[in-house]
């Protein structure tokens, strides 16, 4: 990188982690599909999951697990109960 392009960079506001971590925070969320054993670590609370089940985790922008249903539609029910827009994650 040239020595201009460099101290323009340097220049210009830049985003810190934590500001980046809560980008959306409270606005955004999105959901995954996941396993009954990856749901059993992130929701420890819950007991009794079936070992086969494929269910949908409604996500913070941040990652943070929010809500843990047994259909995409309960988990777009929930995003739209707590006005989060939904994002789509690839």
């Known amino acids: 990188m040239n020595k201009d392009l460099r101290l323009e960079a340097e220049e210009q506001e830049i985003m810190s982690i934590n500001e980046l971590a809560n980008l959306g925070e409270g606005e955004f969320a999105y959901i995954t599909e996941i396993s ?42 929930q995003a739209f109960e707590e006005d989060l827009e939904l994002a789509t994650v690839h």
Do not use: K
């Not at 992130?42 to 249903?69: C, R, W």
């Open 36 to 77: 009954s054993a990856e749901a059993g670590r992130l929701f420890a609370a819950i007991d009794g999951l079936p070992e086969d089940a494929m269910l949908y985790s409604l996500n913070a922008a941040d990652g943070t697990p929010l809500a843990l249903t047994d259909t995409l539609s309960a988990a777009r029910a």
